[in-house]
């Protein structure tokens, strides 16, 4: 775990209170999608976490939406700001745990981690199915970046205003993508739903409330099959046999 000050280069809205964060940063550390950094706001005791979306050449994305007073304050923050974030922090998702084709399967702002992945993947030959869904066309992200890795991409959204009507789980019902390893993120209830559905292998990430975020307040434990688990150090991504729903 580092602490850095990042510059904003870029925070602009992407969707319905959805925000795309851009940094300066030649942090290394970051290894796979699912890994996060956790953001300090002003007058903000705890820090907030966030999924790295995307890093290259100096930059690191990350796509929020606005839910509450932090996020919403760092809606606020304009270019040229500097921000204090703890970088090399989760463990992320094990690309190698797929032999051949992935399915992932995203839920609103779940899909940041997502796409990382999808790219480790797809350089690494396997092919890769995309499910992803919104609560409506307004809130819908990354559409045109996940298109530009793979052609088998999925919309849905649960009022039917763009792609297929309905959740994730009917989506993959209906387009019947093969597969022999899954990923996802989004609601609990999603991942819950994908998890009981999908009888292949599989791992999920897991966006638990957060206290420190670096393994010391155990704020953010978990009942796994090994015990408890912390989701900031142990995970946040665990396999799908491991979580007690
Ligand atoms: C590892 C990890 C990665 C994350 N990645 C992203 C991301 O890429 N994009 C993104 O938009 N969000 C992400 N989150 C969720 C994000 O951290 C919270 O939405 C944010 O901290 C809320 O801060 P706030 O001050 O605006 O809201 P608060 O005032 O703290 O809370 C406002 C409302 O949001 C709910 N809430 C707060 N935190 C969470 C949470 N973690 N999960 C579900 N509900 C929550 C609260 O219960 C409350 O109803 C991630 C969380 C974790 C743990
Ligand atoms: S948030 Fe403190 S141990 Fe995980």
């Not at 550390?29 to 950094?37: D, K, L, N, Q």
């Not at 919403?72 to 270019?79: D, E, I, K, T």
């Not at 307040?217 to 396999?239: E, L, M, N, Y």
Request: with cysteine; proline share 5%.
């Amino acid at each position: 775990m580092e602490r850095q000050l990042y510059t904003i280069l870029r925070n602009e809205p992407v969707a319905a209170r959805t925000w795309r964060l851009e940094l300066a940063s030649d942090d290394p550390s970051f290894v796979a999608g699912g890994e996060f950094v956790q953001v300090a706001l002003d007058g903000f005791y705890l820090r907030r976490p966030f999924s790295i979306c995307e890093r290259s050449k100096g930059r690191i994305v990350l796509i929020y939406k606005v839910v509450g007073e932090g996020t919403a304050a760092l809606s606020g923050l304009r270019p040229g700001a500097r921000l204090d974030v703890l970088t090399g922090l989760g463990r992320g998702f094990d690309p190698d745990a797929c032999s051949s084709s992935a399915l992932l399967v995203g839920g609103g702002v779940g899909a940041p981690p997502l796409l990382p992945l999808c790219r480790e993947l797809v350089a690494r030959g396997k092919r890769v199915s995309v499910v992803l869904g919104f609560n409506s066309a307004s809130e819908i992200i990354l559409e045109s970046e996940f298109r530009a890795l793979t052609p088998d991409v999925t919309m849905a959204t649960v009022d039917g205003s763009a792609g297929l009507k309905g959740f994730v789980t009917d989506a993959i019902s209906a387009v019947k993508p093969t597969f022999d390893y899954f990923y996802t993120c989004g609601p609990l209830v999603m991942m819950r739903r994908v998890c009981d559905m999908l009888k292949t292998g599989g791992e999920v990430c897991l966006e638990e409330r957060m206290g420190c975020g670096a393994g010391y307040c155990a704020g953010c434990s978990i009942q796994t099959r090994q015990g408890v688990r912390r989701v900031c150090k142990d995970g946040p991504v665990f396999k799908k046999e491991d979580i007690l729903w």
